[in-house]
């Protein structure tokens, strides 16, 4: 079993629909929760972190962490053709930890 | 701020021989690198971490004699896949982080992809 679980996708949405992306994982350990975006042939950028439960909210982005059932979610309201890319979630146990990725998601705004 | 860059950022390559992938902060001191791995629609997966003027520390499975990563300042690491073979192709991602950063935030880079023909 995977630490992190992430459904691969693709998911495919017209313009402004609000998505939501979602991973499961298994170390109880996991204290941040980051969400990324890379586009094709890119790097990883960073979008939202979030440490221990909660939620946060930046924009159009919201991050939820669920640590009693070991799930977290990144909702995107709005959506718009420029936020097709793969989002991938990301979990460390401490700062500056490793970085424990899940497979990504492969999102789809069509316009 | 906070900017990674990596050079070259494709390469092809003949079998047998070795390639040195640059990654280089910016604007900012990296206190640690790192150096991931990933296949097409596959997650990024941690091959090894690195500080400024130590050996670097890497993941299980990952040969330390294949890749070998040299962290000479703290602006600079390189990872050298040595007698690359058609199974080394992969696009190779590093990433710098600094003490002073967020919760240690890891700024990647744009990434290096090697084909080995």
């Known amino acids: 079993q995977k630490e992190v679980e992430q459904d691969p996708g693709p998911l495919s949405v017209p313009e402004g629909a609000i998505v939501s992306l979602n991973c499961t994982y298994s170390?109880?350990?996991?204290?941040?929760f980051m969400w990324y975006r890379q586009y094709s042939r890119k790097g990883p950028e960073l979008l939202m972190y979030t440490y221990s439960s909660g939620n946060k909210e930046d924009g159009r982005f919201t991050a939820q962490v669920d640590k009693s059932s070991k799930y977290i979610s990144l909702f995107i309201r709005d959506s718009q053709p420029s936020d097709s890319a793969t989002y991938l979630c990301a979990m460390s146990e401490g700062q500056g930890g490793k970085l424990i990725f899940g497979q990504g998601t492969e999102l789809s705004v069509k316009p | 701020g906070a900017v990674v860059s990596q050079h070259p950022s494709w390469v092809i390559c003949k079998s047998g021989t070795s390639v040195k992938i640059e990654c280089r902060s910016l604007d900012f001191q990296a206190t640690t690198m790192f150096w991931y791995r990933q296949f097409p629609k596959q997650s990024l997966m941690l091959m090894a971490t690195?500080?400024?003027?130590?050996?670097?520390?890497?993941e299980q499975g990952v040969e330390k004699d294949k890749f070998l990563i040299n962290h000479a300042s703290l602006t600079l690491s390189t990872l050298t896949v040595t007698s690359a073979h058609p199974e080394d192709s992969s696009f190779y991602i590093c990433?710098?982080?600094?003490?002073?950063?967020?919760?240690?935030?890891?700024?990647f880079g744009p990434g290096t992809r090697l084909t080995v023909l």
């Open positions: 690195s500080n400024e003027g130590s050996k670097a520390t890497y």
């Open positions: 990433s710098a982080s600094a003490a002073r950063a967020r919760f240690h935030e890891q700024f």
């Open positions: 170390n109880s350990a996991f204290q941040y």
